[in-house]
């Protein structure tokens, strides 16, 4: 079983930055492609970012040039990095891991997900 714990959320104000961490257990961390999805109360979860096994990334388009995925398999974590952040980012920000080979957007590609961790930005 594959656990995995969001941290690093936290309330900002408009155009600040955070930075959000997935820790995952085991030791085929390097083995899993890795995602984030954010649901707002009353809105779908949505996909986020991706970054799989290799190396690629994946953003959604809404979040392009403002955030950025990255890996450290040594630490067995990986991060999102928010900047210019807006009000509309406010959500739930869940890491996910996948064993598929490639990485994609869709929500039922990801086998493993953490509890979440609250992302507030203010205007």
């Known amino acids: 079983q594959v656990q995995l714990v969001e941290s690093g959320g936290g309330l900002v104000q408009a155009g600040g930055s955070l930075r959000l961490s997935c820790a995952a257990s085991?030791?085929?961390?390097?083995?899993?492609?890795m995602g984030w999805f954010r649901q707002a109360p009353g809105k779908d979860r949505e996909f986020v970012a991706a970054?799989?096994?290799?190396?690629?990334?994946y953003y959604v388009q809404s979040v392009k040039g403002r955030f950025t995925i990255s890996r450290d398999n040594a630490k067995n974590t990986v991060y999102l990095q928010m900047n210019s952040l807006k009000p509309e980012d406010t959500a739930v920000y869940y890491c996910?891991?996948?064993?598929?080979?490639?990485?994609?957007?869709?929500?039922?590609?990801?086998?493993?997900w953490g509890q979440g961790t609250q992302v507030t930005v203010s205007s």
């Open positions: 970054i799989s096994r290799s190396g690629n990334l």
């Open positions: 996910a891991a996948t064993l598929r080979f490639l990485i994609d957007s869709q929500r039922t590609s990801y086998d493993y």
């Open positions: 085991g030791r085929t961390f390097s083995t899993y492609g």
